[in-house]
């Protein structure tokens, strides 16, 4: 029945893994990774995380379904996290199978009840955006963002780009860190997107995967969304994701919500997101939601978290320095000043495809052909050794 079926080509990011485990030499480092690690290169997990599923555990709970917008507990801490104390009334929130999941809720739901059928995000984006929408029936356009003369944001021609769209439509935006260039909006810049995004009468879908990671305050990362629901002048969704900031990466915890004008219009528009989630699977996981909403409600367990988050976010920006420090260091002509103004988990460093490809083949260091890093692949035993690799790659 399935000899038409052809072979699918592999996942890129997996390529990478895949040969960089195959490489014998000791110095080898893997920056292709999407996860956070410790200086020691290990994965890590949360001292706040493991608390609460000790408490959990202790409390030997049922493994019954939840409801099909999952632990309420969780999912309002959640959408308080994200939103700040206003504007929560008015919140229609489910839990979803981590930022991945809420993506996929949230396109079907654009797909269901949006006229325009198509969403634009920014060029370049997380890799997955665009299969995640096509494959919930939408159209998939770019607007330009990052500038790749700077390394930077190119402010004007995504003001312009989202300007000509038609009136009305569906723009994606990272909320902070932006995956895979680190290039986020200032706040004044975030202010002239808003403002476009307003007068244009667009719909803003924010994807936060990385609260906290940006800055190491939960809150100043969620400013641009916050700013949005403030303003109430653009319709706004959110897909939250707790794999990143809670080290949650396959429990699969996070959230999607779409924000009403009022609680009424929020109770019809939950009364829609359950019929979509019915069908794809019925109701989500517990256990990580248990957990993730242990450590939001339990005040000193929290206060924990707050720490630990501020720990992962200020160890990317000290590796972001020492890198660029090391490179400047050696020499190099030509600029690093990106890699400390980028934020966030990823380094958009501006290397070639035919650099990369030396970097792995010379060097053994192994990153994404776009030349993005993963900075929480960088340690204090490797930083030296990865900008001397890199120096030699881009000298002549
Ligand atoms: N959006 C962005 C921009 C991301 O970088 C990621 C994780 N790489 C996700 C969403 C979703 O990740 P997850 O499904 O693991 O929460």
Not at 306 to 325: D, F, H, P, W
Request: aromatic residues 8%.
């Amino acid at each position: 029945a399935w000899a038409q079926v052809e072979m699918g080509p592999p996942d890129a990011i997996l390529g990478i893994t895949e040969a960089y485990k195959r490489d014998g030499d000791a110095r080898k480092i893997n920056l292709g990774v999407g996860a956070y690690r410790t200086d020691a290169g290990k994965p890590y997990v949360l001292s706040s995380v493991a608390q609460a599923e000790q408490s959990i555990l202790r409390q030997s709970l049922d493994k019954e379904y939840l409801p099909i917008t999952g632990l309420a507990k969780f999912t309002s801490a959640a959408a308080s996290l994200a939103y700040g104390g206003d504007a929560l009334e008015r919140v229609a929130v489910t839990q979803s199978i981590s930022g991945t999941g809420a993506l996929r809720i949230g396109g079907a739901f654009l797909e269901r009840f949006h006229t325009g059928k198509a969403i634009y995000v920014p060029g370049p984006t997380w890799g997955n955006h665009g299969a995640v929408f096509r494959d919930c029936g939408l159209k998939v356009g770019q607007y330009r963002y990052f500038d790749p003369q700077t390394n930077g944001l190119n402010l004007g021609g995504m003001l312009e780009d989202i300007r000509a769209l038609p009136k009305g439509s569906l723009v994606l935006l990272h909320a902070c860190a932006h995956n895979p260039t680190g290039v986020d909006p200032s706040a004044a810049q975030w202010a002239e997107i808003q403002r476009v995004v307003e007068e244009c009468e667009h719909v803003a879908f924010f994807d936060m995967a990385y609260q906290g990671f940006a800055s190491g305050d939960v809150d100043r990362d969620a400013s641009a969304l916050r700013s949005f629901v403030a303003a109430n002048r653009a319709p706004v969704l959110l897909a939250q994701s707790f794999a990143k900031n809670m080290g949650l990466y396959g429990e699969r915890v996070g959230t999607f919500s779409v924000v009403g004008n009022d609680s009424a219009e929020r109770d019809r528009l939950l009364s829609q997101v359950k019929i979509l989630v019915r069908p794809m699977y019925s109701n989500p996981p517990v256990h990580g939601a248990r957990i993730a909403g242990e450590v939001l409600s339990d005040p000193a367990l929290r206060q924990m978290w707050l720490g630990e988050v501020r720990e992962m976010a200020e160890r990317i920006i000290r590796m972001r320095a020492a890198l660029r420090g090391e490179l400047e260091g050696l020499g190099s002509k030509k600029k690093w000043n990106h890699i400390t103004d980028q934020i966030g988990m990823f380094c958009f460093t501006g290397l070639s495809p035919a650099q990369v490809d030396r970097l792995a083949s010379e060097f053994h260091v192994y990153l994404t052909r776009d030349g993005r890093v993963s900075i929480a692949g960088i340690t204090t035993g490797n930083v030296k050794y990865l900008a001397e690799s890199i120096h030699n790659v881009t000298k002549d």
